[in-house]
């Protein structure tokens, strides 16, 4: 389950749709392209009944926000791909190759706005040591109490919150985190909630906001700091295998 009530979400949610309809929507004008220019009318139904059960699954992903939709994006892409590898190689159908490229590059927009924490956070369920997670421990205040929380993800000026507690999208919460040498503190923005079973904690994906008194500067900071232990996390779990092998 995820909530993404916030109204600015809601927005870019809506124009990731109307992307999505334009990458099908090249897509089977392309495939009646091709049907025409090799007389293949019956392969051509055949072709976009099948593309049309295919994306009618694709935007199920997408409306729900499915993990499943990097699947989905993954065998477009490579068929996308195929498709202007082979007009390249065969010099047939040139007509077509600006419409599948259009359709890749629009594909391409689609995936960048939602490689972001706030709405397919990272979050390694399977490993159950946290001295290995991608995470840390940080505390957020809320309704005037500290609680704790672990960060799992940090991109692009946003992060998902791990939490027990059910924070309302839309509402703002100040984060407390360390270095172990240095404590920040930084202001979010609630902008998504998912629920992935009981038991777990939600994992709220928020936007990191940047004024005169939480500066971007200190969350570049902790992102570096974020990053080289990410690293530091994955070698030692390689060397601890390496070293019980």
């Not at 926000?65 to 390249?88: M, P």
Request: aromatic share 20%.
């Amino acid at each position: 389950m995820i909530d993404i009530s916030n109204l600015k979400i809601r927005q870019d949610i809506d124009r990731v749709h109307l992307l999505q309809w334009g990458h099908f929507s090249i897509i089977s004008l392309a495939f009646v392209i091709e049907g025409f220019l090799n007389i293949k009318i019956f392969w051509t139904l055949f072709s976009l009944i099948g593309l049309m059960i295919f994306y009618k699954l694709y935007f199920k992903t997408l409306s729900d926000l499915y993990y499943s939709f990097w699947t989905f994006t993954f065998a477009t892409g490579t068929f996308i791909l195929y498709k202007l590898y082979h007009i390249v190689m065969t010099q047939s159908e040139l007509q077509l190759f600006y419409l599948y490229l259009i359709a890749g590059v629009i594909l391409s927009i689609e995936s960048y706005i939602l490689l972001s924490p706030i709405y397919y956070p990272r979050v390694s369920w399977w490993e159950y040591d946290f001295r290995y997670r991608d995470d840390s421990k940080v505390e957020f205040l809320f309704e005037d109490k500290r609680c704790e929380a672990r960060l799992t993800d940090l991109r692009r000026n946003a992060g998902c919150l791990a939490a027990f507690k059910d924070i309302n999208v839309g509402e703002k919460v100040k984060i407390f985190a360390s270095n172990g040498v240095k404590d920040f503190r930084f202001q979010v923005e609630i902008m998504s909630r998912r629920r992935y079973s009981l038991g777990r904690p939600a994992s709220h994906g928020v936007k990191f906001i940047f004024d005169d008194e939480y500066t971007e500067s200190e969350y570049e900071e902790f992102h570096n700091y974020w990053s080289n232990e990410k690293v530091f996390k994955k070698k030692t779990r390689y060397r601890k295998q390496g070293s019980n092998a």
